[in-house]
């Protein structure tokens, strides 16, 4: 119980490609207009949104997955030697560093297609 907040970091860092999916989708569902007006965009231009969405689609999956796996041996180390627990979240968040890249890439890629003249 007295090392459960340390363990409830290391447990909520896969979940943060989440989050990064979700900024990447209100960022596109915006500038498609979904969101604040009318989604009325060519076949092509779909399709660039779909491409720029891919990074982070496909990045963040693979780095949860292995993110997860990398904090449950963070979480067994902490476990079974607390004073660890600096090295034990050194690697899970080197993992993140993946998901971060892919974020920006599809941000970059998403505000790089023309917005919509509504």
């Given at each position: 119980?007295?090392?459960?907040?340390?363990?409830?970091?290391?447990?909520?860092?896969?979940?943060?490609?989440?989050?990064?999916?979700?900024?990447?989708?209100?960022?596109?569902?915006?500038?498609?207009?979904?969101?604040g007006g009318s989604a009325d965009i060519s076949v092509a231009k779909g399709?660039?949104?779909?491409?720029?969405?891919?990074?982070?689609?496909?990045?963040?999956?693979?780095?949860?997955?292995?993110?997860?796996?990398?904090?449950?041996s963070s979480i067994g180390l902490v476990a079974k030697n607390p004073g660890?627990?600096?090295?034990?979240?050194?690697?899970?968040?080197m993992v993140e560093t993946y998901a971060i890249l892919a974020l920006l890439?599809?941000?970059?890629?998403?505000?790089?297609?023309?917005?919509?003249?509504?």
């Amino acid at each position: 119980p007295n090392m459960f907040s340390k363990v409830l970091i290391l447990q909520l860092l896969p979940g943060t490609q989440g989050i990064y999916g979700l900024i990447i989708a209100f960022i596109c569902l915006s500038q498609v207009g979904v969101i604040g007006g009318s989604a009325d965009i060519s076949v092509a231009k779909g399709a660039m949104y779909l491409a720029a969405c891919i990074p982070m689609a496909i990045a963040g999956l693979i780095s949860a997955i292995y993110q997860g796996k990398c904090s449950v041996s963070s979480i067994g180390l902490v476990a079974k030697n607390p004073g660890e627990f600096g090295k034990a979240m050194i690697l899970p968040a080197m993992v993140e560093t993946y998901a971060i890249l892919a974020l920006l890439i599809s941000i970059l890629a998403i505000t790089g297609i023309a917005p919509l003249n509504i």
